[in-house]
């Protein structure tokens, strides 16, 4: 079966730099999401999109921004990277109120 | 915050026991996710247990749910060296199905 698809899957970036990371959601999945994993830390949720358009917002901060494309992969897109934002940054996508499947995540290194 | 307690932080046992984990929450939910991840990796969907759901099972995996008492509960019977990772339980409880991960269980299954 298909699964979510990240790339890439490692990045390395240097402080004030921008990334740009992409989910491909699983094939009629209306709902992609986005969570950030600091080290030794639990996911916390950053966006969310259902169909195409922002459902939701947690802690993300000003300097990120997302959008959900007309193929419905999505681009997370991160400017003035700070030390802080080391961590891994996963998609995960689902059928709304239902099981959310995660990718294999980017791991984000700023140095 | 949804986030509530998971416990133990932490669970070593010896191959063929069980192990239970435990996850508490304190505001309403649709549903519980239980996922698995092993250091650094992705995470895995075990179950999801709706609010209207009392218990379910997968394979070696058993989840119960007590929406009085604002809990549910992981059961792993038989462990394997292999079930060794970290356990997370993960809340939906808003109407935009994000999800409100715990601290998490790190279980080590000793062979």
């Known amino acids: 079966a298909a699964g979510v698809i990240q790339s890439p899957r490692h990045l390395i970036k240097e402080k004030r730099e921008t990334a740009t990371l992409k989910c491909y959601p699983i094939p009629r999945h209306d709902t992609v999401y986005w969570y950030q994993q600091g080290p030794g830390q639990d996911p916390q949720f950053l966006i969310s999109?259902?169909?195409?358009?922002?459902?939701d917002k947690g802690s993300i901060p000003d300097r990120f921004s997302a959008q959900q494309f007309s193929d419905y992969h999505s681009e997370l897109n991160m400017s003035s990277l700070e030390l802080g934002d080391s961590a891994l940054y996963f998609c995960?996508?689902?059928?709304?109120?239902?099981?959310?499947?995660f990718g294999p995540g980017t791991r984000l290194t700023v140095t | 915050s949804q986030q509530g307690e998971e416990d133990p932080q932490a669970l070593s046992i010896q191959e063929g026991e069980n192990a239970t984990m435990n996850c508490s929450y304190k505001?309403?939910?649709?549903?519980l996710q239980w996922y698995r991840q092993n250091s650094g990796r992705g995470l895995v969907h075990l179950i999801l247990?709706?609010?209207?759901?009392r218990e379910k099972h997968s394979g070696r995996l058993r989840v119960t749910l007590d929406t009085s008492k604002k809990s549910s509960s992981l059961l792993i019977t038989a462990s394997r060296a292999a079930d060794t990772a970290s356990y997370f339980c993960a809340k939906d409880g808003g109407s935009n199905y994000k999800l409100t991960f715990g601290k998490g269980t790190l279980l080590t299954v000793n062979p």
């Open positions: 247990i709706r609010s209207n759901e």
């Open positions: 505001t309403s939910i649709n549903n």
């Open positions: 999109f259902y169909e195409k358009m922002q459902s």
């Open positions: 995960a996508s689902s059928l709304a109120g239902n099981e959310q499947y």
